[in-house]
Nanobody, 126 residues
Framework: VQLQASGGGLVQAGGSLRLSCAASGGHFSTLTMGWFRQAPGKEREFLATISRGGSYSLYADSVKGRFTIDRDNRESTVYLQMNSLKPEDTAVYYC????????????????????WGQGTLVTVSS
């Protein structure tokens, strides 16, 4: 499956952005989807994951209550709504696809994901 992330940009602290990740070439509704980010000089960080049907989701503590992951299987798209953005949220954001069902393994490690989007840059100014 090919993934194309979009929606990044420059936003002031306290603002919001909605990232999109469009999938093609695969059966999107069979995939567990995730969002990660990587800031300069730091390791890739798990943010959120959502099950195939959208019934289950999991968030990193750093974004819980501020970010929301959801998906539209008819449009083969996963979203990340980001509110109350902080300068420390500045990073390149990546979407990723995991073919394993929700209950079969952990979906927080980056190694669980076999397909990755190209990343979209989010810059939060203070």
């Amino acid at each position: 499956v090919q993934l194309q992330a979009s929606g990044g940009g420059l936003v002031q602290a306290g603002g919001s952005l909605r990232l999109s990740c469009a999938a093609s070439g695969g059966h999107f509704s069979t995939l567990t989807m995730g969002w990660f980010r990587q800031a300069p000089g730091k390791e890739r960080e798990f943010l959120a994951t959502i099950s195939r049907g959208g019934s289950y989701s999991l968030y990193a503590d750093s974004v819980k209550g501020r970010f929301t992951i959801d998906r539209d299987n008819r449009e083969s798209t996963v979203y990340l709504q980001m509110n109350s953005l902080k300068p420390e949220d500045t990073a390149v954001y990546y979407c990723a696809a995991d073919p394993a069902p929700w209950s079969t393994r952990e979906h927080t490690p980056a190694s669980s994901y076999s397909s990755w989007g190209q990343g979209t840059l989010v810059t939060v100014s203070s």
